[in-house]
């Protein structure tokens, strides 16, 4: 994608917007997503899944007896974006934050919160990189890569796969993802046959293609995002590679089954919890087609229980003071979300693994028994 820094930074601020009127009565929450670009899809599920909880928290009364405002910022999944983004938002003093879908545009984003002392409840974004870079403001909701590369390298183990090729983009999330996939299945005696980077938006894969198939591996492993996946996918099988294909949690939107088509199928994807698969998730799932003619998308009960925490943390704080919201988050035991229950370690990050293992099948994603 071409774009000038100008019209980036225009972008910016063009997706920063408020909804509805704010009085002294109001509580200002942020949303940080990306809802335009190449990851538009995802960032504006989740949106529509935080705007879904607060409704239903205001038709019951708001918190502390204040209707909540939400005030979107549009990070474009893109760095510089997501700063102004985040500059936006704290300047617009919002009591806290939800959201955070790609990880290398969040990431510069937490030391801006974190010098306003701004609670971040991080929906989606994973990369361990933001773990490191957690002013102590930030709580992670998805679990983290090394979770995600536990669950990958226990599939490949299974799978019989011995020689790896890794793929990824460069950016924050995926090269991290893929770096630590690489070490860990180094370290347990096997082979990494090819490390590739692509850039982003690349729509002729064919020289990576060759690349990947003249190293004759047994599997290989998407660690980006699904748009330019599923054309990797596409072509890979178009020249002939039959052999395992996994992506990473960055790809399980259902877009990429449909760009894709009957390519994808039989693909691995390792997964946070989607709606389809969780028994305390049907209600939010029919308000959600009610509210918006279709069904959610991968990351959206996720960014729901987000905005759910943070009310819950706000409430349990009994103040809109940002230190006492970040004390109270941290002190979360066993919040009672749509995908699980929440609890931090003491780095901020979720206690237990959420993670499942996807299988294509009938142009669907289902959940490998």
Same mark, same amino acid.
């Given at each position: 994608?071409?774009?000038?820094?100008?019209?980036?930074?225009?972008?910016?601020?063009?997706?920063?917007?408020?909804?509805?009127?704010?009085?002294?009565?109001?509580?200002?929450?942020?949303?940080?997503?990306?809802?335009?670009?190449?990851?538009?899809?995802?960032?504006?599920?989740?949106?529509?899944?935080?705007?879904?909880?607060?409704?239903?928290?205001?038709?019951?009364?708001?918190?502390?007896?204040?209707?909540?405002?939400?005030?979107?910022?549009?990070?474009?999944?893109?760095?510089?974006?997501?700063?102004?983004?985040?500059? !936006?938002?704290?300047?617009?003093?919002?009591?806290?934050?939800?959201?955070?879908?790609?990880?290398?545009?969040?990431?510069?984003?937490?030391?801006?919160?974190?010098?306003? &002392?701004?609670?971040?409840?991080?929906?989606?974004?994973?990369?361990?990189?933001?773990?490191?870079?957690?002013?102590?403001?930030?709580?992670?909701?998805?679990?983290?890569?090394?979770?995600?590369?536990?669950?990958?390298?226990?599939?490949?183990?299974?799978? &019989?796969?011995?020689?790896?090729?890794?793929?990824?983009?460069?950016?924050?999330?995926?090269?991290?993802?893929?770096?630590?996939?690489?070490?860990?299945?180094?370290?347990?005696?096997?082979?990494?046959?090819?490390?590739?980077?692509?850039?982003?938006?690349?729509?002729?894969?064919?020289?990576?293609?060759?690349?990947?198939?003249?190293?004759?591996?047994?599997?290989?492993?998407?660690?980006?995002?699904?748009?330019?996946?599923?054309?990797?996918?596409?072509?890979?099988?178009?020249?002939?590679?039959?052999?395992?294909?996994?992506?990473?949690? &960055?790809?399980?939107?259902?877009?990429?089954?449909?760009?894709?088509?009957?390519?994808?199928? &039989?693909?691995?994807?390792?997964?946070?919890?989607?709606?389809?698969?969780?028994?305390?998730?049907?209600?939010?799932?029919?308000?959600?087609?009610? =509210?918006?003619?279709?069904?959610?998308?991968?990351?959206?009960?996720?960014?729901?229980?987000?905005?759910?925490?943070?009310?819950?943390?706000?409430?349990? =704080?009994?103040?809109?003071?940002?230190?006492?919201?970040?004390?109270?988050? !941290?002190?979360?035991?066993?919040?009672?979300?749509?995908?699980?229950?929440?609890?931090?370690?003491?780095?901020?990050?979720?206690?237990?693994?959420?993670?499942?293992?996807?299988?294509?099948?009938?142009?669907?994603?289902?959940?490998?028994?």
């Amino acid at each position: 994608m071409k774009t000038t820094k100008g019209i980036v930074l225009a972008g910016a601020l063009a997706g920063l917007f408020l909804c509805g009127q704010v009085s002294a009565a109001d509580l200002k929450i942020g949303i940080m997503v990306p809802t335009t670009g190449s990851e538009a899809t995802a960032g504006k599920d989740m949106e529509n899944s935080i705007k879904l909880a607060v409704d239903e928290i205001n038709k019951g009364g708001g918190v502390l007896g204040m209707h909540i405002v939400t005030i979107t910022g549009d990070d474009g999944c893109d760095p510089q974006m997501a700063t102004a983004a985040a500059s !936006k938002l704290v300047s617009s003093d919002v009591v806290g934050v939800v959201g955070g879908y790609c990880s290398g545009a969040t990431l510069p984003t937490l030391k801006i919160y974190g010098d306003a &002392g701004t609670p971040f409840v991080v929906a989606a974004a994973n990369s361990t990189k933001l773990i490191d870079a957690n002013p102590g403001t930030s709580f992670q909701i998805n679990s983290t890569g090394f979770d995600q590369v536990n669950t990958a390298v226990s599939l490949f183990a299974d799978k &019989g796969v011995k020689k790896l090729a890794i793929v990824h983009q460069g950016d924050g999330y995926s090269e991290d993802l893929a770096k630590l996939t690489k070490e860990k299945w180094t370290a347990m005696g096997n082979e990494v046959v090819a490390y590739e980077v692509v850039n982003k938006g690349e729509q002729d894969q064919s020289s990576l293609v060759t690349k990947i198939k003249s190293t004759s591996p047994d599997a290989v492993f998407w660690t980006a995002y699904y748009s330019d996946g599923a054309l990797l996918i596409k072509q890979l099988r178009q020249a002939g590679f039959r052999k395992l294909i996994a992506v990473g949690d &960055g790809s399980n939107s259902p877009k990429l089954l449909e760009i894709a088509g009957k390519a994808a199928e &039989g693909v691995f994807c390792f997964s946070n919890p989607t709606a389809e698969y969780l028994p305390a998730a049907k209600q939010y799932t029919e308000s959600y087609k009610a =509210a918006y003619k279709q069904a959610p998308d991968a990351y959206g009960p996720l960014a729901y229980d987000g905005m759910k925490l943070m009310a819950d943390a706000i409430t349990r =704080a009994g103040s809109t003071d940002k230190a006492a919201i970040v004390k109270a988050l !941290k002190t979360t035991k066993a919040f009672n979300g749509i995908t699980g229950a929440v609890s931090f370690t003491d780095k901020n990050t979720l206690a237990k693994s959420n993670f499942v293992v996807l299988v294509a099948k009938d142009g669907k994603w289902t959940l490998l028994k």
